[in-house]
Nanobody
Framework: VQLQASGGGLVQPGGSLRLSCVTS????????IGWFRQAPGKERAFLAA????????YYADSVRGRFTVSRDNTDNTMYLQMDSLNLEDTAVYYC??????????????????WGQGTQVTVSS
């Protein structure tokens, strides 16, 4: 099983980034997927999750309206479009896949598989 996150980098406040996570080794269609982040000195936090096929999305209050999670089941890839980034968005971002549900992932921060993380730095 592999989850390879990419797309992180340095961006100015107000800017945008699009994270991608290419997966392999499991049946992507049957897993909820999500994005999490961990800032220095803080615990890992839930950001967004999307259900297996129906496409029901969940967002943390801190990113709702600015971040958009999506998935492409034909390419086994998940995305996180991040707009209006601010300094508080600086963190390592992780993609994940869970066999439970997107709602459960959003509440428990638990997943079966995790990516390696990609650094996002928002700085002027």
């Amino acid at each position: 099983v592999q989850l390879q996150a990419s797309g992180g980098g340095l961006v100015q406040p107000g800017g945008s980034l699009r994270l991608s996570c290419v997966t392999s080794g499991f049946n992507f269609d049957y897993y909820a997927i999500g994005w999490f982040r961990q800032a220095p000195g803080k615990e890992r936090a839930f950001l967004a999750a999307i259900s297996r096929r129906i496409g029901i999305n969940y967002y943390a209050d801190s990113v709702r309206g600015r971040f958009t999670v999506s998935r492409d089941n034909t390419d086994n890839t998940m995305y996180l479009q991040m707009d209006s980034l601010n300094l508080e968005d600086t963190a390592v971002y992780y993609c994940a896949a869970g066999s439970t549900s997107a709602q459960t992932m959003s509440r428990t921060l638990l997943a079966d598989y995790w990516g390696q993380g990609t650094q996002v730095t928002v700085s002027s």
